[in-house]
């Protein structure tokens, strides 16, 4: 098995190390690219989009503070593409790949069952799944560690009740600090966006893989697989669009996906954090962590259980 092992991390490293330099670059310079635009001037931007407030995770509220913009990356498409990039081409070789290029007979042909072959491609995956998550996490607490933030020191003022007005006591400009971005975010607050991109890349891993363990062709696995993907991202924006269609949201897995609604029930609802449902205001219900990341890795594990199935019972066609 360490052979198996061996051939299939030299054969994932090209991918892996393209995915892991584009997830730890992007991560660096999407929160670079937050420092250049303070807390209040965000406040001003985005309350000119309160409409849109419901296609949002988390309430604008915690949006507008450096910790709820920075858990914002965590669910930027260019992460959703290294990660299913990297999950979608490693679980479409554990079979259909390797039928595919003819490759598959000659290694059956050792003294090797179909089980280490098969949760060997599976060790290889989900490792590398978990490592680029680290990446993005790590991205995140270099750009942090390393940028400052503007805070803005307005001169007193007294408001006046009832009226939107505001009457400066002082004729001083305001006085502008810089301060490390890490006194305003706690690194650690973002590990539930790193476990919960581990467990969805677990999730489209085990789809991947099981539409491979059934088909021959690699190319129509990666295209079942993408496919499925985009069909699922279709399901969410429908639920969330229109009230009527939010029973869709059980039929997606983008939904328990959530990593900016994780890190704000840590932040701001610990006690909740690590129940499977989140119980908020006017009584609406989500999922939190337990929730998000038993559906995602439960499903996920399950697909990669069927794959086994499937691969160790099927008859393999005879390479063209």
């Known amino acids: 098995m360490k052979a198996l092992i ?31 635009l303070g807390s209040e001037e965000f406040r001003e931007i985005i309350k000119h989009f ?11 509220s915690s949006l507008i503070t450096y910790t709820g913009r920075v858990a914002r990356t965590f669910n930027e498409p260019i992460v959703l593409f290294v990660i299913l990039t990297w999950t979608i081409s490693r679980g479409t070789d554990t079979v259909a790949g390797q039928i595919n290029r003819g490759t598959m007979e000659m290694l059956l042909g050792n003294p090797v069952s179909r089980v280490r072959l098969y949760w060997s491609q599976f060790l290889v995956t989900t490792v590398g799944t978990f490592l680029l998550a680290t990446l993005a996490w790590l991205g995140m ?42 006194d305003y975010v706690n690194v650690w607050h973002f590990i539930p966006a790193l476990t919960v991109i581990f467990a969805m890349g677990i999730f489209v891993g085990g789809f991947a893989t099981m539409i491979s363990s059934i088909d021959r062709y690699r190319w129509r696995a990666v295209g079942i697989s993408v496919g499925f993907v985009i069909f699922q991202q279709t399901l969410r924006i429908l639920a969330i669009s229109k009230p009527e269609y939010n029973y869709l949201l059980n039929f997606t897995f983008f939904n328990p996906f959530d990593p900016e609604g994780l890190v704000n029930v840590l932040t701001e609802d610990p006690e909740q954090f690590w129940q499977f449902w989140q119980y908020g205001l006017e009584g609406s219900l989500r999922l ?7 559906i995602l890795m439960g499903f996920g594990i399950l697909c990669y259980l069927i794959g086994s199935l499937v691969f160790c019972k099927r008859d393999l066609p005879a390479p063209i």
Request: hydrophobic residues 45%.
């Open 288 to 294: 939190s962590a337990l929730g998000c990341h038993s």
């Open 50 to 60: 309160k409409d849109f407030e419901k296609f949002s995770p988390v309430p604008f």
């Open 141 to 182: 607490v270099v750009s942090v560690h390393s940028n400052t933030v503007e805070e803005v020191i307005k001169p007193p003022s007294i408001s006046i009740p009832y009226m939107p007005l505001e009457i400066p006591l002082s004729t001083a400009e305001p006085t502008i600090l810089h301060k490390p971005m890490s």
């Open 6 to 36: 061996y051939r299939y991390t030299l054969q994932a490293r090209t991918v892996f190390l393209t995915c892991g330099l584009a997830m730890f670059g992007f991560m660096v310079l999407r929160v670079w690219s937050i420092t250049l």
